[in-house]
Structure formats: structure tokens, C-alpha cells
């Protein structure tokens, strides 16, 4: 092992742990086959506790990422060593696996196939947004379950029977070939939509695990969009979309953590890195005759990035992208904002009209936004008696702490008259 | 100013279940600490020791050589800092938060200046 240099607290990126797990689960389950996965964890595993146990003593080596490697790497030859199944294999993977020196482009195949083995369509979808952020993410049982608000019993289990029906279909750790890769690559780009979204909603409040979602959709997405077998305009709008809402995250909340309205955000304190970064990936995202429902979102996240503020926003344009993403991708929540949307370019009373064209949508019956509009339109027109009434049945449907708070608030303002 | 051994008994296998950023925490609450310790100046030498060992022992000329010693595994000293302090109530205060306290046990012994 080489030397330990001097320890240092800033000597650990942020989340190195957690995204060499990600990328050594990939390299090592990729070498073994993907009926070895859980070999190839327990490897991981046991190379964290191993810097775990070593490095508060010896300091942190030079080349952390190498160093969890290399352990890894022996820890694997170990378990299957023990394996009398494999032992046949073992020459073969002790010449095909480098010391070190691994070089970036092939760390982000690894990740790149195994995302396209944990979002194989014949996988039940909650198994592959678990299985993702497992074994690409590097995020423990736990915290996936604290992201999606369930119980650690029932994330263990989805991805026990993922993993099963990954050895009985015999899925393999690779990059599809041409010919499916087009299918292939949009359910993977369907969980990483919602791995962002779930993150979205839940940024500003208590729970940490589930903001990191955003962080960790977008460094996906962004190795997708570097490999040149996946480097398509769909990667690049979902990627650009990714940049250009994260961007509005630092402005999205007050120092009390409480939520801001778009009109109340101070646009200084949007990222204008990301805000560039995303205006660029939508530039490559345009190259193609394509246009995917990223497209037209990203478009509209473009439209409100590059406004100076609420009034200079050009709303007639969003409202007829909204039209355009209704086309491809008819949804109620579409519909929701589309209407919010028209009430900014005609006014709220036009709002209000197109709302309540779709208040009675099953779909929407539990979704708080939409009784939360109305309050704000109704509030608008001078009526808050009628907001009132719709942001105590706001208040009636779930959301999370900090949409409460400002719920409450707005009620409060409301009631005020 | 007197020299003092600190020996960290069990090995942070309580932490293997952990999630990798649970673990990278954990690393550096320890690397936070030492770093305050070298800050300032008392920090002499710190390592890890290997799980497995081996016990000597003999009479009267004949060696025995077993493996060992087996401790329960949070028993098991997992390493040492050998550091500077005027009293062991100094040490005690700089050992007031520290990380291994969390998963394992803290034993100071002061080295016998001849």
C-alpha cells in the first residue's frame, strides 16, 4: 500500500465514499457478472471499513479513489477464492483487473452499463430506482428509504427481488447495442427524471438524503452525456432541465428555510454556473430532430433562467411551450402548471377558469399544489375569503415541512384579508 | 510536558452495516480530531494495528508461539496515539469528543519518563 500522507479533514472530496462505492460496485460487478453483484458489494463494503479502521490512524493515503480500489479489488480476489463456483475464473480476473490507474473513461462505462442493467425495462420500476442509487449512487438501505418515505424492510426486499430476477433473466452488465439502446436509454433517463424530481420537491427541507437526489441525478446524467455511446440530445435536455431548475435551489429558500415563490426569489442567488452549464447542454440537446418532453421542460426552466424577473418573464412563449409539452406528454400536473402559466400572461381570472377545468381529475385529488394555486390566484384578485378556502384544503393534502410552513403563511395572509 | 498512550480498543467493525456516507462521516470526526491535535502541537505518532497477532511465551528456555491474542472484537486494541499533555486531566479534555468513543473504548496510559 502506498504511503499515507499527512491527514487532512479537507483531505475527503464530499461524497468520495459514496461515489467510489458506486463506481467499484460497477468495475468489480462488471468483471464478475452480474449474478456475483452482492460479491462485488460485500468487496466495496469491506474496503470502506477498511479505510474506516486505517485512516484515522495512518491519515489519508495520497490517492483515496485508488486506495479504496486496490483493497477492494484484493477483497474480491478473497471472497472468491472462497467461491469454489468461481475458482475457475480467478486467473482470468486477476489478469483482467489493473492494479490501479484506472482511467476515467472506462470507471464511467462501468457506472454507464451498470445504470443500464438496474434500469432494464423488465425490472419493476421501484426496483430499479432503488437498485440505481444502491449500487451506482452508493447509498445505503437507509437512506434510500428515507428518500422515498418507506420502510428499510421493504427497500431491502425490492432490491433482493431485483437482484433475483437480475441472475434467473440473466441481465448483463453492458452497454446495449445500438439497435436497443434508444428504449434502453429512455428508462434510464425516466429514473433519473424522477430521482431529480423527488429531490426537487424535498430541497430546503429535513431530510438531507433526499435532496442529495438532485446532486446525484445530475452527476448520472452528466455521465451519460460524456460517454459517446449515450452522448444524445435526450441526455443533454434532461441534463440541461436538471442544471437549470438545481440552479434556482440556492434561492428557493429563505435563511429560515421557509419556500420563496419565484416572485420572491432573489434571482442574484441563482447559480448562474449551472444556469451557463445547462444553456450549453441545451445547445447540444437541439442537434437532432428529436424533441422529447425534456426538451420542451428544459425549454421553459431556459425561459425563466435567462429572465431578469417575474414581469420581463415571457410567459405567452411559456404558456405555448406547456402547450407543446401537453402533445407529447399529456399529464394533469402538465395541465396545472400550463394554467398557472397562462394566469401570468392573461391574468388570474383566466388562471383560475383553466384550473378549474381540471379541479376534478382523480389524478389531482391529493395533490396540494393545485388548491394552493387557487389561494394564490384568488388572493390575486383581490378575494381571500376564497383563498382562505383553498389553502385550508391545502393544508388538508401531504407536502412536505417546509411547504406547510408556507402554506401557513399564506393562509395567514390570506386571513388578514 | 509528559508523554501519554492512547490505545483505541475495538477494531470500528460496528460501523461495517453503515452506509458509505455514514462511514466517510466517521472518518473525518477522525481526521478532525487529529488535525486538532497536530494544530496544536501535540501530536507525536499514531497507528493502526493489524487484527491478527501472535503471543509469545516460555520457560525456561522453550518458546511457544500462538496465534492471539483473540479479545472480543471490542476488546481488540485497533491502534494508538502517542501524544504530548501536561496531565491526565489534559488528556481527558482532549479526549472529551472524540470519535472513537462512539463504536469503542479510550485507554490512556502515561509513559514512564526515566
Redesign the interface.
Known amino acids: 500500500m502506498e504511503p499515507a500522507a499527512p491527514s487532512d479533514v479537507d483531505a475527503l472530496v464530499e461524497h468520495l465514499f459514496r461515489h467510489s462505492a458506486g463506481q467499484m460496485v460497477s468495475r468489480l460487478a462488471r468483471w464478475l457478472g452480474s449474478a456475483r453483484l452482492d460479491l462485488a458489494e460485500e468487496a466495496v463494503q469491506d474496503a470502506l471499513v477498511r479505510a474506516l479502521q486505517t485512516w484515522p490512524f495512518g491519515g489519508v493515503p495520497t490517492e483515496p479513489g485508488a486506495w479504496l480500489f486496490q483493497v477492494a479489488r484484493h477483497r474480491a480476489l478473497d471472497l472468491i477464492r472462497r467461491d469454489v463456483a468461481l475458482r475457475g475464473k480467478l486467473d482470468l480476473l486477476e489478469s483482467a483487473t489493473p492494479e490501479a490507474g484506472v482511467r476515467e473513461q472506462e470507471l464511467g462505462n462501468d457506472e454507464l452499463a451498470m445504470m443500464f442493467m438496474c434500469c432494464h425495462p423488465s425490472l419493476p420500476h421501484a426496483g430499479r430506482i432503488a437498485l440505481t442509487l444502491k449500487t451506482v449512487g452508493g447509498f445505503g438501505v437507509a437512506e434510500i428509504a428515507a428518500a422515498f418515505l418507506a420502510e428499510p424492510d421493504a427497500i431491502a426486499q425490492r432490491l433482493v427481488r431485483a437482484k433475483r430476477q437480475i441472475r434467473e433473466q440473466e441481465i448483463a452488465i453492458e452497454i446495449p447495442r445500438p439497435d436497443e439502446l434508444g428504449a434502453r436509454l429512455e428508462s434510464v433517463l425516466d429514473v433519473l427524471y424522477l430521482l431529480f424530481n423527488e429531490g426537487y420537491a424535498a430541497h430546503g427541507g429535513e431530510n438531507l438524503v433526499r435532496a442529495d437526489l438532485c446532486g446525484e441525478a445530475i452527476r448520472l446524467a452528466a455521465i451519460l452525456a460524456r460517454n459517446p455511446a449515450t452522448d444524445v440530445p435526450a441526455v443533454h435536455s434532461l441534463l440541461a432541465l436538471m442544471l437549470l431548475q438545481a440552479s434556482r435551489l440556492p434561492a428557493r429558500v429563505d435563511e429560515a428555510g421557509d419556500l420563496l415563490l419565484l416572485s420572491e426569489q432573489d434571482r442574484a442567488r441563482w447559480d448562474h454556473g449551472l444556469i451557463a452549464e445547462g444553456m450549453d447542454h441545451l445547445e447540444c440537446a437541439a442537434s437532432g430532430s428529436e424533441v422529447t418532453p425534456y426538451h420542451v421542460e428544459a425549454a421553459i426552466a431556459a425561459a425563466h433562467a435567462v429572465a431578469r424577473d417575474e414581469a420581463s418573464t415571457n410567459w405567452p412563449w411559456i404558456v405555448h411551450l406547456y402547450d407543446d409539452l401537453l402533445a407529447l406528454k399529456p399529464s394533469p400536473v402538465v395541465e396545472l402548471n400550463r394554467a398557472i402559466a397562462l394566469a401570468m400572461a392573461d391574468g388570474p381570472a383566466a388562471g383560475i377558469a383553466a384550473i378549474e377545468r381540471i379541479e376534478a381529475d382523480p389524478a389531482l385529488a391529493r395533490y396540494y399544489l393545485l388548491p394552493a394555486a387557487l389561494g394564490g390566484l384568488w388572493l390575486k384578485l383581490g378575494d381571500p375569503i376564497r383563498a382562505t378556502y383553498h389553502y385550508r384544503e391545502a393544508l388538508t393534502r401531504s407536502c412536505s415541512a417546509p411547504e406547510r410552513r408556507f402554506l401557513e403563511k399564506q393562509l395567514a395572509k390570506s386571513c388578514r384579508g | 510536558m509528559a508523554k501519554f498512550l492512547v490505545l483505541?480498543r475495538g477494531?470500528?467493525?460496528a460501523?461495517?452495516n453503515?452506509?458509505?456516507?455514514?462511514?466517510?462521516q466517521?472518518?473525518?470526526k477522525?481526521?478532525?480530531w487529529?488535525?486538532g491535535l497536530?494544530d496544536a502541537g501535540r501530536m507525536i505518532h499514531?497507528?493502526?494495528l493489524k487484527a491478527d497477532g501472535r503471543v509469545v511465551r516460555g520457560s525456561a528456555g522453550k518458546m511457544t508461539v500462538t496465534d492471539g491474542p483473540f479479545a472480543e472484537s471490542k476488546e481488540v486494541i485497533?491502534?494508538?496515539?502517542l501524544l504530548e499533555a501536561s496531565s491526565y486531566e489534559e488528556v481527558q479534555a482532549f479526549l472529551k469528543d472524540h470519535?472513537?468513543l462512539e463504536a469503542g473504548t479510550l485507554e490512556v496510559r502515561q509513559i514512564w519518563d526515566m
Open positions: 483505541a477494531t470500528g467493525q460501523y461495517a453503515r452506509s458509505p456516507q455514514e462511514m466517510q466517521v472518518v473525518q477522525y481526521m478532525a487529529t488535525a497536530r499514531s497507528e493502526r485497533g491502534g494508538f496515539w470519535p472513537h
